[in-house]
């Protein structure tokens, strides 16, 4: 089942599902991702970058993994940037990305999950 998510490229952490995260973010396209968000449901797609040096990041510039998470806070700084803590859900597969809008539109399907016997 696939659906369309915000998506947040990240330079210098991985999320993972139940971590709680706070995360600075300043990238314009980014900001735009996080209010979208807020104005929705609250979920955006976490996913890293390949080469965190990259400042404008498209889908030939993500890993192909990431994290649905709810933004559980949302604190805009006086110089710009966004303050936010994340909550990384369930793993999910990019499958496309929407470039041409205000911020990354991400199709993300699910990832089967493995079953460990302990």
Do not use: C, N, W
Not at 2 to 31: A, E, N, T, W
Not at 56 to 73: F, H, I, M, N, S
Not at 86 to 110: F, H, M, N, P
């Amino acid at each position: 089942m696939k659906q369309s998510y915000p998506v947040l490229p990240l330079r210098d952490i991985v999320v993972f599902p139940h971590m709680i995260v706070p995360l600075f973010v300043g990238r314009d396209k980014s900001v735009a991702a996080l209010e979208a968000a807020m104005a929705a449901d609250k979920e955006i797609f976490l996913v890293a970058q390949l080469d965190p040096a990259e400042d404008d990041p498209g889908r030939e510039d993500l890993y192909d993994t990431g994290v649905t998470a709810e933004v559980l806070q949302m604190l805009k700084l006086p110089d710009g940037t966004v303050r936010v803590l994340v909550g990384g859900k369930v793993r999910g597969q990019l499958q496309s990305i929407d470039e041409s809008g205000a911020y990354l539109t991400g199709e993300v399907g699910s990832v089967e999950e493995a079953s460990v016997e302990g």
